[in-house]
Structures are given as C-alpha cells and as structure tokens.
C-alpha cells in the first residue's frame, strides 16, 4: 500500500496547494511595510467572509487563545455570565470564563441538540446582570450548528455581550457579524480557512470595546488594548506567524474567487450527500436535520459495534481518517469532516472505504448503496 492520506478530521484540515506556495515565500520582516500592508490587505479579505466593518485581529496561537482572548478581555471576576452548551466546546468555553472568575450559569442543551430560544430568552429575563452570552456556531463535538442569528437577536436587546466560538463553522457555514450584532467572533486558521494550525481571528464590536475599556482581569499576552494600539498602524503587538499571514491571503483569495454563497453551498451539499449516504447504509445520525452543521457529520456506529474499530480499519487499510467521538461521545460516534478544501469527490471517497470497512466489522450493507445516495444528491436527484 502507497501512504496516501485522506485527512477528514475537523481540524487540522487539508491545505490547498496555493495556500502550501504562499507559506513557502521567503519571510519577511514583520515590522516591515511590506508587512503591513500584507495584514491590512489581509484584514480587508476576512472583514469580508466576516461580514463586519469592525476590527479584526489576528493572533498567533490555536482557536483557544482567542476564546481566552475574547474572555480575558470582557469577563470580570464575579461577573454573570450565560454559558450555551451543546457540547465540548461550549464546555470549553464555559471553563475559561470559570478560569477568569466568572459566575457561569452553564446552561446544557444535551449532545446532539442545538440551543433552544426560548431557553436563552428566559435565561435573559430573568436575569438582568448577566454580562456575557457565550454560544457555540458550529459545535464540533457533535456536528450540530447553532442559529447564531436567533441568540444575537436577544441578546442585542439586553446590556450583555455575545462571544460567539466560530472557529469550526466560519468559512464554511454563514455568518452575518454586523447584521447579526454580534460583539466578538472567534475563530481560527485550521478549520474551514484551510491553513495549518496557528493562527486565530477575533472581531471587537464597538459595545465590545467599552466593555474591554473597563475591564479589570489581568493579560498581558492576550490583551486586545496592547492588540489594538499596534492594529492601528497595520502592526501586531508580539511576533505574528508570518508564514501563515501569507497562507491566509491566498486561502482568503480561493474563497473570494470561487464566491461565499458558492462555498457555503458547496459545503451544504457535501453535508446533504454524507448524510444521504449515512441513511442509506442504515446508521443513525446525532444531529437532526434542523440542526445538522454543514461543515461535518457525526455518525453513531451501529448498535454493539465501536467506533473507534471501523476508524481503525479506515487508517490503517485505507488511509483515511476520520474523527472519534469525543467527552461521552467516546466509541460511540465517528465524525466526518467535510469542511474547507473538501469537494464532492472527498465524500466519494469517505463513504465507499465506511462501506467496506462497516462490512469488515460485520455489519451488513449493501456495497454502493451509500455511494449511490451520495452520487444521487450530487446529480440532483432527491430533493
Ligand atoms: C477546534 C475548535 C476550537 C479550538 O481548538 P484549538 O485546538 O485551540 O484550535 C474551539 N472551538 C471549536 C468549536 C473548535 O472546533
């Protein structure tokens, strides 16, 4: 056997080989013009996929710095704090406003459920001091996506803030900041921006900054006033990855050039086609249809047979990998990613080596049945 990969995991993703090109220039200096005017152009490129007018900075580190970031800055010890749960990440997110003292009411919407409403709005009713909401878009532990749009609406009427965590889902699934009100999205380079791991983005809404004016936690590396004084001349506070930042303007002109309402869709379809295949070959999905994210897919195994052998058999003979389940997930899902540089042949290939290794394990299929439901949805044959 060849040692040809198929990297299908929600992170770190594949990397186009434009993107690969660019982060082989030649460095440059990061105090230098040519520098600054790469990140200004840069900044320009996300405020678009974005959709905000407002700043964005680009951190060097992995999506968690700046969930922290976005926390560190906003979060006071003591504060109230509205934590939506849906999965491991939204538990993350919860545990860092703990890590910074805050009073977290983690609300739990069960694995596989996306945010309830009506939930949030009685959440903010009945509490006026709450002073952040933080919410999930795209959580990546069960392949659910949130409706970001719905939360920030509430929210926007009240004092609080909302830091939406979109690390997996921006990129690949809509995400309207400005229009929404939405005060600080996070997200990150490996994902659906189809670059390596170490970078981060976070946008500051104008009700952000008052907040971070004021606040009294400590940061020093994360500490989005050092951030801002230096953004203002096309800077950053500490040493950046460049080699990233010239990753991210090609990545940023792939997505531009093919036109975000294409990626968006593209994404949308390649979901439509896992999960048609998933039905087909008889397993059972996490999210349900209203919720399911379209940038990945958890599957249950089928009943008495774990999860983690059929990704075995999908690595080792295959050479494709899939992601496990994670948290009480454990063994008991596999996750198939279909996020950033990921087309229709991706899914082809994803489904016909789970058709051969669901009969290794012993569970009966019918051969191309799952391929079929996929090639069908790709031909425009179900609705
Ligand atoms: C990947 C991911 C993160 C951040 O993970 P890092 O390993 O720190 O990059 C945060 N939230 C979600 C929803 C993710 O998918």
């Not at 080792?316 to 496990?324: C, R, S, V």
């Amino acid at each position: 056997m060849q040692d040809k990969k198929y990297l299908m995991i929600p992170g770190p993703t594949p990397v186009p080989p434009s993107v690969v090109t660019a982060m082989s220039m030649p460095l440059i200096g990061h105090r230098s013009d040519d520098f600054a005017q790469l990140h200004e152009r840069v900044v320009g490129k996300l405020q678009k996929v974005f959709q905000t007018k407002n700043d964005i900075f680009i951190l060097t580190n992995s999506g968690t710095g700046a969930l922290e970031t976005a926390i560190a800055n906003t979060v006071n010890p003591g504060d109230k704090v509205l934590s939506l749960v849906t999965g491991n990440f939204g538990e993350r997110f919860a545990n860092i406003a703990k890590a910074y003292g805050a009073q977290v009411d983690e609300v739990e919407f069960g694995w596989g459920n996306c945010v309830d409403l009506k939930v949030v709005a009685e959440k903010l009713a009945a509490d006026p001091e709450i002073k952040v909401v933080l919410a999930t878009q795209n959580e990546t532990s069960t392949g659910v996506v949130n409706d970001i749009a719905g939360i920030a609406a509430l929210v926007e009427k009240t004092p609080a803030l909302l830091l939406v965590d979109g690390v997996s889902g921006i990129g690949a699934i809509e995400h309207k900041t400005d229009e929404w009100h939405v005060d600080i999205l996070c997200t990150a380079s490996q994902k659906a921006l189809m670059l390596p791991p170490g970078l981060s983005m976070i946008t500051v809404s104008d009700k952000a900054w008052k907040v971070i004016n004021e606040n009294k936690s400590p940061r020093f590396y994360f500490s989005l006033l050092a951030c801002k004084k230096q953004y203002e001349k096309w800077n950053t506070a500490y040493t950046p990855g460049v080699s990233l930042f010239l990753g991210l303007e090609a990545s940023l002109d792939m997505m531009l050039s093919e036109g975000m309402d294409n990626v968006y869709d593209r994404h949308a379809l390649l979901a439509k086609a896992v999960r048609a295949a998933a039905r087909a070959l008889g397993l059972k999905l996490l999210a349900e249809d209203h919720c399911a994210s379209n940038a990945l897919t958890a599957i249950y195994s089928p009943e008495g047979i774990g999860a983690d052998d059929i990704r075995k058999i999908l690595k080792k003979q295959y050479g494709i990998t899939f992601a496990g389940g994670q948290g009480k997930l454990k063994g008991k899902i596999f996750r198939i990613a279909h996020m950033g540089f990921a087309d229709k042949m991706d899914v082809m290939i994803a489904i016909s080596a789970l058709e051969m290794a669901l009969v290794q394990v012993g569970f009966s299929v019918e051969l191309g049945s799952g391929v079929r439901a996929a090639q069908e949805v790709f031909l425009g044959k179900v609705e």
